[in-house]
């Protein structure tokens, strides 16, 4: 069967692997951006769109009858729901990514999609009304890393704290996967945890950058924030999908020696 083709509104780093993937299925497949010869270099010439969510004279550019991606906060809501009524059709796949910052932290015990959102941020109620009015597949995405995200350069730089807090991460590869298996088989109006299934302490991803490579770690401090821990059924029961990257350490240790190799 043919595929529709496929628009990645706001293709930065995510939408970029997206990209990748969908070209190695040989799928027809646009990359959006505010300035596309400067942002979108890794999209042929001729997939790449100019789109801008407040500008409606933009909106024209967006092929008719599209799959869709949508890569960034879909905010203002009502600019965002006028133009999902422009561009979503019955025939549409429309995946939408979220955050897990719609889960507030603190909660004990694995958080599911069965948990509720915090409809008071604004990103999250936007989110929820695309999802329940126009057939949204939302996906929430724990931290994202890998090529060019390496989580111990956020060590060497101090963006992260050594403490117990958890955390939740995937692999930037393992997220172009599973998005393109959400316009697949998603169901319209569904949402999933997009995560490796793992969460660890920060305390213990610095231990390993200390351990095994040698990185310079901050001290350890205390926090009250405890963090979340994200279940990953879901998403890789219902996709059937084993995930690339499974392991944090292993694929940490990967990108430390890939960038150590280079001249």
Same mark, same amino acid.
């Given at each position: 069967?043919? &595929?529709?083709?496929?628009?990645?509104?706001?293709? %930065?780093?995510?939408?970029?692997?997206?990209?990748?993937?969908?070209?190695?299925?040989?799928?027809? #497949?646009?990359?959006?951006?505010?300035?596309?010869?400067?942002?979108? @270099?890794?999209?042929?010439?001729?997939?790449?769109?100019?789109?801008?969510?407040?500008?409606? =004279?933009?909106?024209?550019?967006?092929?008719?009858?599209?799959?869709? $991606?949508?890569?960034?906060?879909?905010?203002?809501? =009502?600019?965002?729901?006028?133009?999902?009524?422009?561009?979503? =059709?019955?025939?549409?796949?429309? #995946?939408?990514?979220?955050? @897990? !910052?719609?889960?507030?932290?603190?909660?004990?015990?694995?958080?599911?999609?069965?948990?509720?959102?915090?409809?008071?941020?604004?990103? #999250?109620?936007?989110?929820?009304?695309?999802?329940?009015?126009?057939?949204?597949?939302?996906?929430?995405? !724990?931290?994202?890393? %890998?090529? %060019?995200? &390496?989580?111990?350069?956020?060590?060497?730089?101090?963006?992260?704290?050594?403490? @117990?807090?958890?955390?939740?991460?995937? &692999?930037?590869?393992?997220?172009?996967?599973?998005?393109?298996?959400?316009?697949?088989?998603?169901?319209?109006?569904?949402?999933?945890? $997009?995560?490796? %299934? &793992?969460?660890?302490?920060?305390?213990?991803?610095?231990?390993?950058?200390?351990?095994?490579?040698?990185?310079?770690?901050?001290?350890?401090?205390?926090?009250?924030?405890?963090?979340?821990?994200?279940?990953?059924?879901? #998403?890789?029961? =219902?996709?059937?999908?084993?995930?690339?990257?499974?392991?944090?350490? @292993?694929?940490?240790?990967?990108?430390?020696?890939?960038?150590? !190799?280079?001249?």
């Amino acid at each position: 069967m043919a &595929h529709a083709p496929l628009v990645i509104l706001g293709a %930065g780093y995510t939408g970029r692997f997206i990209y990748r993937a969908a070209r190695r299925r040989r799928r027809l #497949v646009f990359a959006t951006s505010r300035d596309p010869d400067a942002h979108l @270099t890794f999209a042929q010439p001729d997939h790449r769109i100019f789109f801008d969510l407040r500008e409606p =004279d933009t909106w024209t550019q967006i092929p008719p009858t599209s799959d869709i $991606v949508w890569c960034f906060p879909a905010l203002p809501q =009502d600019v965002a729901g006028t133009f999902a009524q422009h561009a979503i =059709d019955r025939d549409s796949r429309f #995946v939408l990514l979220g955050s @897990t !910052s719609a889960y507030r932290s603190g909660r004990p015990g694995l958080i599911d999609e069965r948990v509720p959102v915090n409809r008071s941020l604004p990103r #999250v109620s936007s989110e929820e009304y695309l999802r329940t009015t126009f057939g949204a597949t939302v996906l929430r995405l !724990s931290g994202l890393y %890998g090529p %060019g995200r &390496h989580v111990f350069d956020w060590i060497r730089n101090g963006k992260i704290k050594n403490t @117990t807090k958890y955390v939740n991460l995937i &692999h930037i590869e393992d997220v172009a996967e599973l998005c393109l298996l959400a316009l697949q088989h998603a169901a319209p109006g569904s949402t999933y945890i $997009v995560s490796d %299934g &793992h969460p660890r302490s920060w305390a213990d991803i610095c231990r390993f950058a200390a351990e095994h490579f040698q990185i310079a770690v901050p001290q350890a401090t205390v926090t009250r924030d405890a963090g979340k821990r994200l279940s990953a059924r879901k #998403v890789l029961s =219902d996709f059937n999908y084993r995930l690339k990257h499974p392991d944090l350490f @292993t694929a940490l240790g990967e990108l430390e020696s890939t960038r150590s !190799s280079r001249p």
